[in-house]
């Protein structure tokens, strides 16, 4: 049976410590960039629960719809659109706590209310971001984004340096 990732009793950072500590060594030895992807929004949307949880990833000119849990959403996003074409673009993390103050913002589902969207950052090269929508306002802050970009770098280092 494969692992869960709930930890309902815990505050936001232990959350964040105890997701880490359990869900990285459990992709260490797959490679796969798909597989991977698809297990790390199903195993966030088992820790905390967020509205949607996705990955784009960089395919020329776009970002192009990766593996996600949640609803219907847009296939492409033009790099320097949005708030997925600006962590693309800009390569850092963008957390917004109001989606409708965003200039720009590609409102895949009407549900949304604040997202934070990190790049995976490999040698200088942004080559996917995972972008995280929450139905609430303003439910990102530096700790998500502190832990959010753990998880991207060590996602990196598993997916794109051999
Ligand atoms: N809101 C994003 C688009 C992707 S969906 O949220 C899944 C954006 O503005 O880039």
């Known amino acids: 049976m494969e692992p869960t990732f709930s930890y309902s009793t ?3 950072t232990s959350r964040y410590e105890q997701f880490l500590h359990d869900f990285m060594p459990y992709i260490a030895d797959e490679h796969e960039e798909v597989s991977v992807m698809a297990n790390t929004t199903a195993a966030l ?14 395919r020329d000119e776009h970002l192009v719809l990766g593996p996600f849990q949640g609803d219907v959403a847009c296939y492409r ?14 390569a850092t993390t963008q957390v917004v706590p109001d989606v409708e103050q965003f200039p720009g913002h590609i409102a895949c589902s009407g549900s949304s209310r604040s997202e934070i969207v990190v ?6 090269t942004v080559r996917a ?9 303003a439910t990102f802050d530096d700790t998500d984004r502190k832990y959010l970009e753990t998880l991207c770098k060590h ?7 051999n």
């Open 119 to 124: 790049p995976l950052i490999h040698e200088g």
């Open 77 to 90: 996003i033009r790099k320097g659109r949005g708030v997925c074409g600006a962590a693309w673009s800009e």
């Open 45 to 58: 949307r088992q820790a905390f629960g967020w509205f949607w949880i996705g990955f784009y990833l960089v």
């Open 129 to 137: 971001v995972l972008d995280i929508d929450s139905d609430t306002l």
């Open 155 to 161: 996602l990196c280092e598993n997916l794109y340096s």
């Open 10 to 12: 815990l505050d936001k």
